[in-house]
Nanobody, 124 residues
């Protein structure tokens, strides 16, 4: 069983930066993929990006490319989402998720483990 807890959300102004953290507990078998998704009010959950746990591979969704960076600290079982140049349209609940399969996925339905989410609000 894997438990995920997000932190770091808050209210920021447009153009600011924010770093989210996702702390994982339990057994993350290799290979595993840790991902960030976000869901704005009234919209479907959107893929932000994932990182291969234990590797260097990162993949980003279109909304994150060039502004967001995913990193991880395996020794602490923490994944980060560094967000810069934030826009009001980045306002959403941000979730981290884990997938313990060989193949990666951008589909939220393929992730078995989820955190409770952390709210990010970007004011204009």
């Amino acid at each position: 069983q894997v438990r995920l807890v997000e932190s770091g959300g808050g209210l920021v102004q447009a153009g600011a930066s924010l770093r989210l953290s996702c702390t994982a507990s339990g057994r993350l078998e290799s290979p595993s993929f840790m991902a960030w998704f976000r869901q704005a009010e009234g919209k479907e959950r959107e893929f932000v990006g994932f990182v291969l746990w234990g590797g260097e591979t990162t993949v980003y969704g279109d909304s994150a490319k060039g502004r967001f960076i995913i990193s991880r600290d395996n020794s602490k079982n923490i994944m980060y989402l560094q967000m810069s140049h934030l826009k009001p349209e980045d306002t959403a609940i941000y979730f981290c998720a884990a997938r313990t399969k060989i193949y990666s996925s951008r589909d939220s339905a393929d992730y078995a483990y989820w955190g409770q989410g952390t709210q990010v609000i970007v004011s204009s």
